[in-house]
């Protein structure tokens, strides 16, 4: 019986261990997990269309990818992020006005057509980092800027590159 009663203890002790260790990972990657796939961008349209998107399926969006410099930054950086059109043909084919609403509650509608010759992107990364809020992110409009100079002048486009992005309103 002395071998039952260890035996059954040793169990016992395996089996926490095994609870306890696997508690711990779960927890420790839990974080990763919701990061991972959190909502960093809420879509709507009329009608009550609403849509959350997070890194991973935005990521999965036809991409622009395109080295620029920019107003606001220092030297040449490089970008990858969603087309703004692509996404909201997505919900309206015909759309073209959207409101870009940053997590300060600024916002600017864009008008598409407007951009029918650049690519108009969601940049989530650059130089191949994804953007965070203390550097314009996570989503940050912005068009190539140096193969267009006269864009960087104009300030309806500037007032267009809205960044920390939560928010698309798809108007029409």
Same mark, same amino acid.
């Given at each position: 019986?002395?071998?039952?009663?260890?035996?059954?203890?040793?169990?016992?002790?395996?089996?926490? &261990?095994?609870?306890?260790?696997?508690?711990?990972? +779960?927890?420790?990657? =839990?974080?990763?997990?919701? =990061?991972?796939? +959190? @909502?960093?961008? @809420?879509?709507?349209?009329?009608?009550?269309?609403?849509?959350?998107?997070?890194?991973?399926?935005? /990521? $999965?969006?036809?991409?622009?990818?395109? /080295? @620029?410099? +920019?107003?606001?930054?220092?030297?040449? !950086?490089?970008? &990858?992020? *969603?087309?703004? &059109?692509?996404?909201?043909?997505?919900?309206? *084919?015909? =759309?073209d006005?959207?409101?870009?609403?940053?997590?300060n509650?600024?916002? !600017?509608?864009?008008?598409?057509?407007?951009?029918?010759?650049?690519?108009?992107?969601? =940049?989530?990364?650059?130089?191949?980092?994804?953007?965070? &809020?203390?550097?314009?992110?996570?989503?940050?409009l912005?068009?190539?800027?140096?193969? !267009? *100079?006269?864009? $960087? /002048?104009? *300030?309806?486009?500037?007032? +267009?590159?809205?960044?920390?992005?939560?928010?698309?309103?798809?108007?029409?």
């Amino acid at each position: 019986m002395d071998v039952t009663i260890e035996g059954c203890w040793m169990q016992r002790n395996i089996f926490t &261990r095994w609870l306890i260790a696997t508690l711990l990972l +779960s927890g420790l990657m =839990a974080p990763l997990v919701q =990061a991972a796939e +959190s @909502t960093i961008l @809420t879509l709507t349209a009329p009608g009550g269309f609403s849509k959350e998107y997070g890194r991973i399926e935005l /990521e $999965s969006l036809p991409q622009g990818v395109f /080295e @620029t410099v +920019s107003p606001w930054t220092k030297g040449k !950086h490089g970008y &990858r992020g *969603p087309l703004l &059109r692509e996404l909201v043909r997505q919900v309206r *084919p015909n =759309a073209d006005r959207v409101n870009v609403v940053a997590l300060n509650n600024y916002s !600017h509608e864009v008008r598409l057509s407007d951009y029918d010759d650049y690519a108009l992107i969601l =940049a989530m990364s650059e130089d191949g980092k994804a953007l965070t &809020r203390r550097n314009k992110g996570p989503l940050w409009l912005l068009v190539p800027f140096s193969d !267009h *100079p006269k864009l $960087s /002048e104009d *300030p309806n486009v500037q007032a +267009s590159m809205v960044w920390q992005i939560v928010r698309l309103e798809v108007l029409d």
